[in-house]
């Protein structure tokens, strides 16, 4: 049971529980980012089609506020509580969140750009 302990961080039965407890407090989250960004997606779906992008947008900035505020307050309670301190913190989120769509972008399109130069899609044959 110790190396079992061990293997996953946890140095006792109590800290293992622990850790566990925050792992589904995270999930819970996650879900709950999840029902905020489609939730505001589909608002203004329902307002106008044509708004689709402004609704993704948003969702999008608004489920990362979101995940800020529960995960500051529900799951990861040991960080600093100034507003100086949760300001850089969620900048650097917004940032983190920001890059890692550039970079997926960047790589979606790239592939598409890639497949559309192609007149014919590749396959095991032409290897």
């Given at each position: 049971m110790q190396k079992l302990l061990a293997l996953l961080g946890a140095k006792s039965k109590k800290e293992f529980v622990a850790l566990l407890a925050q792992f589904i407090k995270f999930g819970l989250v996650g879900?709950?980012?999840?029902?905020?960004?489609?939730?505001?997606?589909?608002?203004?779906?329902?307002?106008?089609?044509?708004?689709?992008?402004?609704?993704?947008?948003?969702?999008?900035?608004?489920s990362i506020a979101n995940a800020f505020f529960w995960n500051d307050k529900f799951v990861f309670t040991g960080n600093a509580n100034d507003w100086r301190s949760k300001l850089k913190r969620l900048g650097k989120t917004y940032v983190s969140y920001g890059g890692t769509s550039l970079v997926m972008f960047m790589f979606a399109a790239g592939l598409l750009l890639n497949v559309s130069r192609n007149e014919e899609t590749p396959s095991v044959s032409h290897l």
């Amino acid at each position: 049971m110790q190396k079992l302990l061990a293997l996953l961080g946890a140095k006792s039965k109590k800290e293992f529980v622990a850790l566990l407890a925050q792992f589904i407090k995270f999930g819970l989250v996650g879900v709950s980012n999840t029902a905020v960004s489609m939730a505001v997606y589909y608002i203004f779906l329902w307002i106008s089609p044509d708004l689709y992008m402004v609704g993704s947008v948003l969702g999008t900035i608004l489920s990362i506020a979101n995940a800020f505020f529960w995960n500051d307050k529900f799951v990861f309670t040991g960080n600093a509580n100034d507003w100086r301190s949760k300001l850089k913190r969620l900048g650097k989120t917004y940032v983190s969140y920001g890059g890692t769509s550039l970079v997926m972008f960047m790589f979606a399109a790239g592939l598409l750009l890639n497949v559309s130069r192609n007149e014919e899609t590749p396959s095991v044959s032409h290897l």
